[in-house]
Nanobody, 115 residues
């Protein structure tokens, strides 16, 4: 059974930092391409960052230089370090991967940035 279990997030003031984690099971994590998405109230879910199996990364422009996606293959866990947060980063964040032709999502974790 595939599971993506998220932790981290919370409330932080603008300029602060948070780290998200996504612990996986049921997939061959070391070959999986992993993603972080976010969804603000009333908005669609948007891709934030991607990390491939070889460790290469991509980010949406609004988070470049502030967010870092990483992976620990030994722990089958995905991370996202978020620095210099601003109010526009407020959203529910989801980890995601595609495995055996299906999309799998974490349960979501709320990140709220206060001004």
């Amino acid at each position: 059974q595939v599971r993506l279990v998220q932790s981290g997030g919370g409330l932080v003031q603008a300029g602060g930092s948070l780290r998200l984690s996504c612990r996986t099971s049921g997939i061959n994590f070391k070959i999986a391409r992993m993603h972080w998405y976010r969804q603000a109230p009333g908005n669609e879910r948007n891709l934030v960052a991607t990390i491939s199996s070889d460790g290469s990364t991509n980010y949406t422009d609004s988070v470049k230089g502030r967010f870092t996606i990483s992976r620990d293959n030994a722990r089958a866990t995905l991370y996202q370090q978020m620095n210099n947060l601003n109010v526009d980063d407020t959203a529910t964040y989801y980890c995601q991967t595609r495995w055996r032709s299906l999309n799998w999502w974490g349960q979501g974790t709320q990140v709220t940035v206060s001004s």
